[in-house]
């Protein structure tokens, strides 16, 4: 069989079949070192593994191994997924790792493109859907890192440290509010949408040369804690608690004096209350 090929054109093919095989794509039986083209595994040729996953072997494309009650989500989400892989599609200078449940695609500037663990079906559930997760959304940048996004390939020249201050920034936009009620034009947003996660190098070298930092206002953080109160009501009654006795722990002198004297007040008039009923 080796006489049918030349023997770059063989080496090339093995060598590529190798790289398949390391990132899972081909099975494991399958020997580089002797492989053919027209050899079969699986039902297909190994020539029809090269030219399914040509991105791959461009550094287009990184097949990412995840969690096995993780791949049916990515899937949901609109990403392609083989052999218990999931294809994750990048640059080709950037590079891919699957941390704490989402991707990491990073830029050597410092630029890391953030996928957001939320299900897409329209525009308008994906942004509310991100409001729901805001806390597990914003966890994934520390705190000297910012979000921005590029939307349509156009870098944003300014920096949020929450993401729903970026959900009201791309809320302006006309073409966002026409894509919450125009099916199409709502896929075609997303699938352009790309929101990033930046520390502070990747900021100095942002393009645009006018830079705004969005923080959080009181209004703003009571608004998404309202939210996250009525989500976790459970939750949110343990922490208040613990608040508490932290809080009764630590107070001394007057200031325990007159929580006592409240706390007697409090008691009294449900007490009372009680009684009437």
Known sequence: MAKDYK???LRSFRSKIATLKKQGLIPGSVDARSAFPKQKRAGKTLQSYISKYDDVL???VTAVKV?????????????????GRVLVPHSEVETVKYVKGTFEIRHPSGIERVQIPVEYHNLAQYF?????????INAMKSRNEFFGFRFFGNNSSEFYEDIDLLLEKLEEYDDVNKGKTNHAKGREIYKHLEILRLNSKAMRGWQTPSEKYHK??????????????????????????????????????????????????????????????
């Open 7 to 9: 023997r770059g054109e």
């Open 216 to 277: 959080k206002t009181k209004a703003a953080a009571k608004r998404a804690n309202k939210r996250w109160r009525e989500k976790h009501p459970e939750e949110n009654a343990e922490l208040s608690a613990e608040r508490m006795r932290k809080y009764r722990a630590n107070i001394k002198g007057k200031k325990l004096q007159d929580y006592k004297r409240k706390a007697r007040a409090r008691a009294k008039k449900s007490s009372k209350a009680r009684r009437k009923k």
């Open 128 to 136: 509310r859907d991100i409001r729901k997760n805001e806390r597990a």
């Open 58 to 60: 461009s550094n287009k």
């Open 67 to 83: 969690p096995a009650n993780k791949l049916k989500q990515f899937r949901k989400a609109g990403f392609e997924t083989a052999q």
